[in-house]
Nanobody, 123 residues
Framework: QVQLVESGGGLVQVGGSLRLSCAAS??????MGWFRQAPGKEREFVAV????????YYADSVKGRFTISRDNAKNTVYLQMNSLKPEDAAVYYC??????????????????WGQGTQVTVSS
């Protein structure tokens, strides 16, 4: 069992930055992903990082603006979000699962999920 706790969400202006953190009770050998869900929309993939940290993959909508990283010594994964847009507003979830890298991940591959943190982008 892995417990995941996200933090770092909040209100930011368009063009601003936020860094989300996700603390895990244990990383084991899981890949870590970030997903988001806006009101009235399905949950969507944002970014993923393999266990080693050597492989990352991003949704096209965030590529070049968001950066996922992990500190395995601290059991923490981060999502640095820059140049935020109104369409980035959502509840952001981190998840732990299985991913080997280089392809768009399937949400069903993620076994453990956090409770989410709200990101609001004001214009």
């Amino acid at each position: 069992q892995v417990q995941l706790v996200e933090s770092g969400g909040g209100l930011v202006q368009v063009g601003g930055s936020l860094r989300l953190s996700c603390a895990a009770s244990t990383f084991s050998s899981y890949a870590m992903g970030w997903f988001r869900q806006a009101p009235g929309k399905e949950r969507e993939f944002v970014a993923v990082i393999a266990w080693s940290g050597g492989s990352t993959y991003y949704a096209d909508s965030v590529k070049g603006r968001f950066t996922i990283s992990r500190d395995n010594a601290k059991n923490t994964v981060y999502l640095q979000m820059n140049s935020l847009k109104p369409e980035d507003a959502a509840v952001y979830y981190c998840a732990a699962g299985y991913y080997s890298g280089g392809y768009y991940p399937n949400q069903s591959s993620f076994v453990y999920w956090g409770q989410g943190t709200q990101v609001t982008v004001s214009s």
